[in-house]
């Protein structure tokens, strides 16, 4: 089983400032991985797929990056609405054995 | 609109069963791989299990293999999860998702709001 880890746990941004996350894998997914906002009581929304890709609808400030184990989720300039946790989550295991990472909250500094 | 609505969850006994179903509406749910993901209480996301467009490929993670059963009925726009045996470990929301990506290489890029199971006597 690929195991996801992110870092750091917990990120405490000011509105306006860039919050970059981090999302490895121990062992290399190529490029097949997602990125996903939950906000408390909802369902998780996509943001990011095959590391770098946005999904429909979302903005420009949240870019993805990096092949391989390293990942990064970056978002250039918070909006309240982005206070929330992030999932990253691996999508390369044949036969299929989807792992998600164990999220990073961001929370308002 | 496009949506997916779940419904079945509920307290159930360990040991007993329950069948969530899935409501697709808006799209097509025979176009689409769809995927069981859980999130147990104040935890993170865990994939459970998932279903091609024509149920030829059906997956299950280890901890529900032998236990749940993932089915789909394309012509109702509805997918189901058969839970038996159930554990206070299956404790959880249930979210279904449908899928998109290359056969077997899939992530998730809708989803419903899931519905509660609690397993406990």
């Given at each position: ?83 929330a ?11 299929p ?13 | ?73 394309n ?20 979210y ?26």
């Open positions: 089983e690929i195991v996801m880890t992110q870092s750091p746990a917990t990120l405490s941004v000011s509105p306006g400032e860039r919050a970059t996350l981090s999302c490895r894998a121990s062992q290399s997914v190529s490029s097949n991985l997602a990125w996903y906002q939950q906000k408390p009581g909802q369902a998780p929304r996509l943001l990011i797929y095959g590391a770098s890709t946005r999904a429909t609808g979302i903005p420009a400030r949240f870019s993805g990056s990096g092949s391989g184990t390293e990942f990064t989720l970056t978002i250039s300039s918070l909006q309240s609405e982005d206070f946790v992030y999932y990253c989550q691996q999508y390369n295991n044949w036969p054995l989807f792992t998600f990472g164990p999220g990073t909250k961001v929370d308002i500094k | 609109e496009v949506q997916l609505v779940e419904s079945g969850g509920g307290l159930v006994k360990p040991g007993g069963s329950l069948r969530l179903s899935c409501a697709a509406s808006g799209f097509t749910l025979s176009s689409y791989t769809m995927n069981w993901v859980r999130q147990a209480p104040g935890k993170g996301l865990e994939w459970v299990s998932s279903i091609n467009s024509g149920s030829s490929y059906i997956y299950y993670s280890d901890s529900v293999k032998g236990r749940f059963t993932i089915s789909r009925d012509a109702k726009n509805s997918l189901f999860l058969q839970m038996n045996s159930l554990r206070a470990e299956d404790t959880a929301v249930y279904c998702a449908r899928g998109l990506g290359a056969t077997g290489f899939w992530y998730f890029d809708l989803w419903g709001r899931g519905t509660l199971v609690t397993v406990s006597s």
